[in-house]
């Protein structure tokens, strides 16, 4: 047809067919129309629905630098770009999902994707660690379900974002089997875990400031008082 497109955004194409080889010609036809003489992945995506591969990596780069307020800038960014919450959150669900899988099969599972985007999953992967990868599917999970009948849908993916991103506040048992991998992931790099309340952490062999002796009161100064 002498239109140039770009290798992601055929692909999406293809996915978007679902294995049905019309369906996706269809697909094909109507980016097509859409595209005035060029396609690229960011243009199919929004003519189909979905959240570019890139803001997503940026809510999951948010999540995992425990960054409630960017995760919501990003979330926000996309939102205001057309894309609907239970879209988003499906989309965030499917990137977890991909994640989990080229990360845990070390490669023996095949998962349709370009080379950026299998390194894009690998660091996630590394960074996150396969329990926090589960404990946010289930969470985002969650949270997809009771968008499908609550009133504000983007309320309920706001709330879960911000829990996942403040694992400080999480006390189940499996937030606290993420914490410990984390530091064990951390021990073993010799790095300082990603993430976290950094004002909340005391550098090796710097003295704690100074506090401020409590003013003794004697007997005269009590009757005063």
């Known amino acids: 047809e002498g239109v140039e497109a770009s ?14 080889a019309r369906d996706a010609l269809s697909f094909l036809d109507q980016a097509l129309v859409h595209g005035d003489g060029r396609l ?3 243009r199919v995506e929004t003519l189909f629905g979905g959240t570019p591969f890139a803001r997503r990596a940026l809510v999951i780069d948010a999540l995992i630098a425990e960054d409630a307020a960017s995760a919501l800038e990003s979330v926000t960014a996309i939102l205001d770009g057309g894309v609907e919450p239970r879209r988003l959150a499906d989309d965030l669900l499917r990137y977890l999902r991909d994640t989990f899988l080229v990360s845990a099969s070390r490669g023996r599972v095949t998962v349709e994707m370009t080379e ?5 999953f690998e660091r996630h992967g590394t960074q996150m660690g396969a329990a926090a990868v589960m404990r946010a599917m289930e969470r985002l999970g969650d949270a997809a379900m009771e968008m499908r009948r609550a009133p504000d849908p983007r309320l309920v993916l706001e709330i879960a974002l911000v829990r996942l ?5 999480d006390t189940s048992i499996d937030a606290l089997v993420d914490r410990v991998g984390r530091l064990e992931r951390s ?8 993430g ?15 506090r401020e002796a409590p003013t003794r009161r004697g007997p005269q100064a009590a009757r005063d008082a």
């Open 7 to 20: 290798e992601e955004a055929l692909t999406l194409i293809a996915r978007r067919g679902a294995g049905s």
């Open 40 to 42: 690229d992945v960011a």
């Open 116 to 120: 950026e985007e299998r390194v894009q």
């Open 165 to 169: 991103a403040r694992r400080d506040l």
């Open 187 to 194: 021990l073993a790099s010799g790095s300082p875990p990603v």
């Open 196 to 210: 976290g309340d950094t004002a909340a952490r005391h550098e090796p062999g710097t003295p704690d400031a100074p």
